[in-house]
């Protein structure tokens, strides 16, 4: 009953920027309530947060390695989630996730709805 998809993956050189959108949908679903996260999972390696952000948007988590360069933010009218990364470095090429939940964490198993990922590579 809950769709998350993302979109805006792709390959980029260092350095270069990308924006992921997470679009939700579905019956039951009220986007305004949940809290949204990304999440990305390289080949090989466990999945690791990256950023989460509350329902008003005012409240807004990053991994350390991804602070400073990435930027989450949401637009409740739109049901969609963003992350802008900036400053790409190729150590964040993974499949990145969106994910929503009830509560603000930063484990994935905290998230009950899960998009079906989108590829970043990032070139040396």
């Known amino acids: 009953q809950v769709q998350l998809v993302e979109s805006g993956g792709g390959l980029v050189q260092a350095g270069g920027s990308l924006r992921l959108s997470c679009a939700a949908s579905g019956r039951t679903f009220t986007f305004s309530t949940y809290v949204m996260g990304w999440f990305r999972q390289a080949p090989g390696k466990d999945r690791e947060f990256v950023a989460n952000?509350?329902?008003?948007?005012?409240?807004?988590n990053y991994s350390g390695s991804v602070k400073g360069r990435f930027t989450i933010s949401r637009d409740n009218a739109k049901n969609t989630a963003y992350l802008q990364m900036n400053s790409l470095k190729p150590e964040d090429t993974a499949v990145y996730y969106c994910?929503?939940?009830?509560?603000?964490?930063?484990?994935?198993?905290?998230?009950?709805?899960w998009g079906q990922g989108t590829q970043v590579t990032v070139s040396s």
């Open positions: 952000i509350n329902w008003s948007g005012g409240v807004i």
């Open positions: 994910a929503a939940g009830r509560v603000a964490s930063a484990v994935a198993g905290a998230f009950g709805s």
